[in-house]
């Protein structure tokens, strides 16, 4: 994946439970400079990488070589897929808050609906220019975050395969809203066009698990102005 150009601001973030960098990426289109940490191999990743579990992540080195901290731990605890199965699902949350509380430095950690975060921002694709992709994601952080504009009620008919629904064939998946899992599936390409994702860097499976980097080009662009203020304070 060849980067865009953009302003970076001198500051380097740790994005912990990376995947294949969705997330990541909303982060390095804010300014700051990426490192991601998963436990699992990344071949896609296009930032510095680590293989390592966050449990054994020191939070003392974070502190010495990072200027803020997001993660995205495991979801499979609080998703649907939970509650369909009725398997029981470790829950990484506790360790990723506390792992991030003891670094001391401002942090964001991100998670589906239902997911027990504290306080936590909503953002949903409704509220970004140019997404068709609903994805509701929480974020809790330790700074105060805003939304761009309010979440609607009522969300936009979404593309789908289902011949049940009564808009089957009426919506284009380059126009519509899509949904990336599930019945309604899209195809990969018009999956990345809708999430903001560039076309060609993740593979479905990777999509499926992504966020649109538009939420934390936001998030970041927040979390970039209370470092700046920070230090024109000290």
């Known amino acids: 994946m060849i980067l865009p150009a953009r302003a970076p601001n001198g500051m380097t973030l740790l994005d912990i439970c990376c995947k294949a960098g969705g997330a990541s990426y909303g982060y390095y289109l804010a300014g700051f400079n990426i490192v991601g940490v998963d436990r699992e191999p990344q071949p896609h990743y296009p930032f510095p990488f680590i293989q390592r579990d966050l449990r054994d992540l020191d939070p003392e080195w974070i502190a010495e070589n990072f200027d803020a901290g997001a993660a995205s731990p495991p979801c499979w605890a609080h998703s649907d897929l939970a509650y369909r199965t009725g398997r029981e699902y ?3 949350i506790p360790e990723t808050r506390a792992l991030l509380e003891a670094s001391g430095l401002p942090y ?3 998670n589906v609906e239902g997911a027990p975060l504290r306080n936590p921002l909503i953002l949903c694709g409704t509220q970004f220019d140019g997404l068709r992709v609903t994805r509701h994601r929480l974020f809790e ?13 009522r969300h936009p008919l979404h593309f789908t395969h289902d011949k049940r629904k009564a808009h089957y064939g009426r919506l284009s998946e380059w126009t519509a809203f899509v949904t990336v ?7 990969k390409a018009a999956a990345e066009d809708a999430m903001g994702i560039p076309g060609g ?33 000290a």
């Open 90 to 92: 470790e829950d990484f």
């Open 141 to 153: 952080s330790n700074v105060m975050l805003t939304v761009p504009r309010p979440c609607p009620r």
């Open 108 to 110: 964001v950690i991100e």
């Open 181 to 187: 899992t599930g019945g309604g599936n899209s195809s």
């Open 201 to 233: 860097w993740m593979t479905k499976d990777e999509i499926n698990q992504a966020i649109p980097p538009a939420y934390t080009e936001w998030i970041g662009g927040q979390l970039a102005e209370h470092l700046s203020r920070v230090e024109v304070a």
